[in-house]
């Protein structure tokens, strides 16, 4: 089965804390953060070439050993209607998964949960859980009860999981970020 993986890095030490990792770039994503360091694979994937889903296998198994498991970022992964598959794949090479999020499709994320196809998940809370500070660091307008419902999954999930927020000091403040962490503790 072929994926549309549009970006494939073999090892990384910052992807997921504590382990190494091999990273998996999928295409697409709902939102449009302003500060995205991925805005072209978001706007424009098809400038990026898909990298042969067989090479990534054999990579994974050359490094067997070596690499703790496979970081699956974007993009926005939950977008992908063939993920599950793609998870599975990784997990028959006997590597973990750690899933990178924006938190938008909480009914994704619980059937990955309950399948127990992630081992790890990283999400992504914009801002504030108030319309107008989510959408303006998103670029969109959000469905907050979504974002709130995967905070709970992933809260409730008993995977490992940390919360991020990229601070572009033109977007947040210190009490935001205060605000923040009270409304997801």
Known sequence: MD???KGFLETSFV???GKISSVLFLPHCNFRCP????????????????????????????????ID?????GGEPTLLPSLPELIACIRQEGMLVKLDTNGSHPRVLESLINAHLVDAIAMDVKAPLDREAY??????SVDLD?????????KASGFPYEFRTTVAP???????????????K
């Not at 994937?45 to 990298?51: I, L, N, R, S, Y």
């Not at 979504?146 to 992933?154: A, F, K, Q, R, Y």
Request: proline fraction near 7%; glycine fraction near 6%; hydrophobic fraction near 35%.
């Open 3 to 5: 994926f549309p993986v």
């Open 15 to 17: 992807d997921w804390p």
């Open 35 to 66: 500060y995205c360091h991925n805005y072209e694979l978001v706007t424009d994937p098809g400038q990026f070439p898909t990298v042969p889903f067989d090479h990534i296998l054999e990579t994974l198994r050359h490094y067997r050993g070596w």
């Open 69 to 73: 498991g496979v970081c699956i970022s």
């Open 135 to 140: 959408a303006r660091c998103s670029g969109v």
């Open 146 to 154: 979504d974002i709130m419902e995967s905070v709970h999954l992933i």
């Open 170 to 184: 033109t977007f947040l403040h210190e009490e935001d970020l205060i605000r923040l962490g009270h409304q997801i």
